[in-house]
């Protein structure tokens, strides 16, 4: 019971900390403040706490309970079993919902060239040149500007790498993976943040 109530809260706080990271300044802060961040610095932050969110549930939830001590059952279909989990991918997708409802026009996504799930496919012409970039350049972030319909958009993307024998199990093992070779440390996708420009 500890471990569900473990994730549920992991579920509820996520988001909350995106939205903390991305609604405007207090009436009580200075406007400017607000004003002055650019939009590669909030980008970067958001993915901080994303990835350090992610990663956490990935070592010590996943990989622990799951893969080393089988206290939980780790599955896409987890609603399904005993003891059942949603995969990290899934729980990020969880939390971008529940943050993007706080924050229409925001959007994140985890994306990659080699998606189990072709929703997860690149869709835009700046998501395939930032996903095909932080490929070929590793260590580095993409960063650009598009428009969608009548609006403009600051896109980052960066790179999602593997943190775990988990995840690199989960990918080259599933029946739907396009492929079956990913290794530790190597880039896997990447996580696609989209911040609406004034």
Known sequence: MRIKTFVASLLVATPLLFTSCSKPAEASAPAAAADSVAPE????????????????YTKHVIARLGKE????????KWEDKENGVML?????????DLAMEQNPGFTYSLQSEWPI??????????EKEGLQFIGKNPGKNFYG??????????????????????????HNDHKDSP???FKMGEVMGGVVIRIPMK
């Open 41 to 56: 610095k909030m980008a970067d932050a958001l993915f901080a706490v994303m990835k350090g969110t992610r990663t956490a």
């Open 69 to 76: 001590k089988k206290l939980i059952k780790p599955h896409e």
């Open 88 to 96: 990290p991918a899934q729980m990020f997708r969880y939390a971008r």
């Open 117 to 126: 799930n072709s929703q997860n496919a690149p869709k835009t012409p700046k």
């Open 145 to 170: 500007k598009e428009t969608l319909g009548d609006k403009t958009f600051f896109t980052a993307v960066y790179p999602d790498v593997a943190v775990s024998a988990a995840c690199i199990d989960c």
């Open 179 to 181: 492929r079956d070779d």
